[in-house]
């Protein structure tokens, strides 16, 4: 893989820590653009593109100006105005945008089938599940969903029987976790999970309706995760919601064997253990900053990318205060 250094050409150190990331996602390797009439294939050619040059170059400094021009002028077409200009940016809203221009360009009718028989509450899940998924892939279907995609349930259960009374699957590509709660900040990134995964108690004035009785109904309200994605992408919401402050303390997270299987309800469970292959840093508050990249390259050595400067790094070096974007592989991806 490449150790090619990106030029920073105002403001883009986003773009850059993103691609080096991107650029060591060898699942992207080999995608087809379909629907070529669209801004979105501009785009996504253009990376594709640039990222073809990173490897063949191996080593040396590229000025990402052709690709930059394009985003600009896409996002402008797209009404994006964020990136039309040369301002700081937030590089988990880039990766958004880069899945949209990424999916669009490939997207096309899929029509799948729905067959087994439901025996349990699992079961009833995944017939949820699938069915929300026929009916997104039966209109826009392309590989970054099975790439980049989970699932997460929300599940409504009667307080006095557990019946389950609703189930609404959701699916997700940057998963947001939160780095503290009412009582105390995390520790680890586990402690982020347990956060996101909850059980809410709901009764009295917050009661569930229920829409079928068209009665208040006191019920236990569950989040879990169905199924997880090949490649998981988390942001650490260290920007405060009021946009005033920036949470700079360290949160933890393993280099390997993230193990999730107990956050996950459907099927087998066990698979979900994840190792790390990339960190977004953010250096700075608010008002400004500075991102750089840590990325595991294919021999398992971790590389320090820092626009035009690339070094090896450390592993101690990994798990800091500034992490902000994480990119874990699911370990049978290998």
């Known amino acids: 893989m490449s150790q090619t250094g990106l030029a920073n050409l105002g403001n883009t150190c986003f773009l850059n820590s993103c691609l080096q990331v991107l650029n060591h996602t060898f699942e992207l390797n080999n995608l ?11 785009f996504f050619k253009e990376w594709s593109d640039l990222k073809t040059m990173m490897c063949e170059l191996k080593e040396g400094i590229i000025a990402p100006n052709r690709f930059i021009h394009i985003v600009q002028t896409v996002s402008q077409k797209k009404n994006r105005i964020l990136f039309t200009g040369w301002g700081q940016n937030d590089v988990c809203e880039f990766l958004l945008l880069w899945m949209e221009c990424a999916h669009n360009s490939m997207s096309r009718k899929l029509q799948i089938n729905i067959n087994g028989k439901e025996e349990n509450n699992k079961d009833k899940m995944a017939i949820q599940c699938y069915k929300y998924l026929k009916d997104i892939y039966s209109k826009e279907y392309s590989e970054m969903y099975d790439l980049f995609y989970g699932i997460y349930m929300t599940t409504i259960y009667d307080k006095e029987n557990q019946q389950i009374l609703s189930m609404t699957p959701e699916h997700f590509f940057i998963l947001d976790l939160q780095l503290f709660d009412i009582n105390n900040s995390f520790n680890n990134i586990y402690q982020s999970f347990d956060h996101y995964v909850n059980s809410e108690n709901m009764s009295g004035e917050n009661a569930w309706f229920n829409e079928k009785t068209g009665e208040k109904e ?12 090949k490649v998981l992408v988390i942001c650490l919401k260290r920007f405060a919601t009021d946009g005033k402050r920036k949470l700079q303390y360290l949160v933890n997270f393993p280099l390997t064997d993230l193990n999730l299987s107990k956050y996950v309800n459907g099927y087998n469970a066990e698979q979900y253990v994840y190792d790390l292959y990339g960190v977004c840093n953010h250096f700075g508050g608010v008002q400004g900053g500075h991102y750089t990249a840590f990325v595991k390259n294919s021999q398992n050595k971790w590389l320090h990318f820092n626009d035009t400067n690339v070094e090896n790094a450390n592993e101690s070096q990994i798990v800091s205060n500034s992490a902000y974007c994480l990119f874990y592989r699911k370990k049978d991806s290998n």
């Open 32 to 42: 087809k653009i379909l629907n070529t009439e669209l801004p979105d294939s501009i």
């Open 218 to 229: 006191e019920i236990n309200k569950v989040t879990t995760f169905w199924n997880l994605p």
